[in-house]
DNA sequence: AAATATATGTCAACCCTCCTTACCTAAATT
DNA sequence: AATTTAGGTAAGGAGGGTTGACATATATTT
């Protein structure tokens, strides 16, 4: 190594001076609009669970619960990946503001049936239905109004080992 | 409100048992793809930050200073919506790191202009790279390969008023 | 030259969401 | 009767944010 080759040399505390640029390998364009597409998608339902005092988890937990009543904590915390200390504090707030109701399993009684009331369903509702509109609108600023193209694309981005998983969880 | 209308009472605690449905105003599917796709485009990045003991905060920072090397500290908070003290801790350890360095402004010597190191500027291409494979594969996974409706469709899902700033980070 | 404004850094205190470890109860299974 | 399972809970910690207050160096204005 000479002091021609210190492009690669990774200890030279040198400041790097050009800008880090599009080629084969790196496709800047889709990395940022997918980072800041993502941000605003979720930005929506940010600002009405604000009024709940409610974050992010609370959402996930209302979501799936309304797409599978019945559903037990157990099953969950799988889907969620979450451990239940995390899930505690959110499920009991979710509780007790009369969102979600358990109730014990009809066969095992050890197991807590975690079902919407309809004030969630309406809440659940509300959220989806935001992120449906923001969804619906990108796609017919598509030239082609391709939705099935867009479906393709998303569940490709979805690691391989968790497709299946995730196809169980959409089709019902 | 009679007791047959309890299907519209907010107030009711009895647990509703329908699976909420896809419906016109309620595109599950995409919803939930679009949640999950998030999810793995970063968990890639997520696991080599790891092996530094960084996190998002520092993959974000990093990022926008390759792309914009001499950028100062006020427009990577304007850029981040974060504030200076939340940036704080996260530069310091960059620089500690050895993956930026900051330069005191040639006119306004009061900024401090940040650069990518070499040791940076690899880690940026690796985290960019890995993000940018998979996107690769997501396209080539379509029927048409339609590389610009995604790019189309992922603009169109930024809020309007953003748009502008997106796209003047990315033109460079 | 003095006063003020600006760019940045830092300290303290706090919140949220997640984590791990550990222990508890109730009910089911062996 | 002993063990396993479903779920709850408490303690402590990490990461990444927040706000408020204050310090320093440098530029700008008066």
Known sequence: ???FETHENSENPEPVMTALQAD???DF??????????????ADADEVLGEYGFGR?????????NRQPGMVVAELLEILKITKQS???????LVDSGHLVQVAGPEDRRQRLLYPTQK????S???????TRRIKRAIEALKNKDRESIKE????????????LVEGLMEK
Request: charged share 25%.
């Open 1 to 3: 190594m000479t002091k």
């Open 24 to 26: 084969d390998g790196l």
């Open 29 to 42: 364009p889709l990395v940022e609009l997918f980072f800041f597409a993502y941000r605003d998608f979720v």
């Open 57 to 65: 988890a609370h959402h996930r937990v209302l979501h799936f619960v």
């Open 87 to 93: 899930l505690g504090p959110v499920l009991r707030q």
């Open 120 to 123: 969630g369903r309406n809440l």
């Open 125 to 131: 509702i509300k959220l989806t239905h935001m992120q």
């Open 153 to 164: 694309f998303l569940f490709a981005m979805i690691e391989p080992e968790e497709r299946d």
